[in-house]
């Protein structure tokens, strides 16, 4: 039983940008704070957007603020990572998942079942 499925990585240029899709097969949007996190080789995974179950508010990291937007539509039950001028740093497989209520960028240690990701990699 999939819970997650990412989908939109890909090959880019330095500067290039993706849009990244996040669809769920279970309700698992409903009233929940949803995040986009990655996880770069050999680094561990971190927390780089969120946005509250209504989308009307969001945070971000501060290596990616500016530069990404977290969107999401309740109908189709799928969250979107934008992603502009992307630079080689953010090379890394991409995940969504529930977030911490209080939009804090920490991963929350409740959270155990992630999707397969997908991959981004920015060439330079």
């Known amino acids: 039983q999939v819970e997650l499925v990412e989908s939109g990585g890909g090959l880019v240029q330095a500067g290039g940008s993706l849009r990244l899709s996040c669809a769920a097969y279970?309700?698992?949007?409903?009233?929940?704070?949803m995040g986009w996190y990655r996880q770069a080789p050999g680094k561990e995974r971190e927390l780089v957007a969120v946005?509250?179950?209504?989308?009307?508010?969001?945070n971000y990291a501060d290596s990616v603020k500016g530069r990404f937007t977290i969107s999401r539509d309740n109908a189709k039950n799928t969250v979107y990572l934008e992603m502009n001028s992307l630079k080689p740093e953010d090379t890394a497989v991409y995940y969504c998942?529930?977030?911490?209520?209080?939009?804090?960028?920490?991963?929350?240690?409740?959270?155990?079942?992630w999707g397969q990701g997908t991959q981004v990699t920015v060439s330079s």
């Open positions: 998942n529930k977030a911490d209520p209080l939009l804090r960028l920490s991963i929350p240690t409740w959270i155990s079942t």
């Open positions: 279970r309700s698992i949007f409903n009233f929940n704070v």
């Open positions: 946005i509250t179950s209504g989308g009307t508010n969001t």
